[in-house]
């Protein structure tokens, strides 16, 4: 059975940049290279927000307005992972970094059908 | 689009049911509204896509319905391992969520 495993995250000052990377784990390689993949974020004792989209081929890719400009996503089909390169952080980038595989395959992806899996996340906290 | 969820919290007891809303700022097509469960400390779960069918495995206790602006999350006898966050998602916005805990 296929996991996602998110790594990269830690403490970082502000205006700096951090790589985070979603891989695959188990199952096979085919149920993750073929979705869109998202990253969503939640900042301590807040909900949930969307971040970052990139469909299967990474002919799509889309941003929230908090990061456009300032995160990059990627994706690699030799490691079949994700990338998340978040320059410029701010002390309102805190939160914990989840990616999640979307339920969208495929070339014609360009929003999310809903996430139906999800790595255990990682900790991203910005210092003033 | 923006989503609206009501309850924001609630307090129940196992076995009872409980139904969850969310209401989009304009009408959306049913096919990307998603619903989450998050227990604290874990990940989110996706519950429901496309407004009504049900995640793999998802027990049949927990049911979606709606159209247009007005969706809702049913789980008809709450569990232990219910209790938690619930969150809709509308394609790229989540709402703010409602917390169901445990009277």
């Known amino acids: 059975e296929v996991r996602l495993v998110e790594s990269g995250g830690g403490l970082i000052q502000a205006g700096g940049s951090l790589r985070l990377s979603c891989a695959a784990s188990?199952?096979?390689?085919?149920?993750?290279?073929?979705?869109?993949i998202n990253w969503v974020r939640q900042a301590p004792g807040k909900g949930l927000e969307w971040v970052c989209y990139?469909?299967?081929?990474?002919?799509?890719?889309f941003y929230s307005d908090s990061v456009r400009g300032r995160f990059t996503i990627s994706r690699s089909t030799a490691t079949n992972a994700v990338y998340l390169h978040m320059r410029s952080l701010r002390v309102d980038d805190t939160a914990i970094y989840y990616c999640?595989?979307?339920?969208?395959?495929?070339?014609?992806?360009?929003?999310?059908?809903?996430?139906?899996?999800w790595g255990q996340g990682t900790a991203v906290t910005v210092a003033s | 689009v923006v989503l609206t969820q009501s309850p924001r919290s609630l307090s129940m007891s196992p076995g009872q049911g409980v139904t969850l809303s969310c209401t989009t700022s304009?009408?959306?097509?049913?096919?990307?509204l998603a619903w989450y469960q998050q227990i604290p400390g874990q990940a989110p779960r996706l519950l429901i896509s496309?407004?009504?069918t049900r995640a793999n495995g998802l027990s049949d206790r927990f049911s979606g319905s709606g159209s247009g602006t007005d969706f809702t999350l049913t789980i008809s006898r709450l569990e232990p391992e219910d209790f938690g966050v619930y969150y809709c998602?509308?394609?790229?916005?989540f709402g703010p969520g409602t917390t169901v805990d445990r009277k």
């Open positions: 999640a595989r979307d339920l969208c395959t495929g070339g014609a992806c360009f929003t999310s059908l809903g996430l139906d899996l």
């Open positions: 496309g407004a009504s």
């Open positions: 188990g199952g096979s390689g085919y149920a993750f290279s073929v979705h869109s």
């Open positions: 304009e009408s959306v097509n049913s096919r990307y």
């Open positions: 998602q509308y394609t790229i916005t």
């Open positions: 990139i469909s299967s081929s990474a002919r799509n890719i």
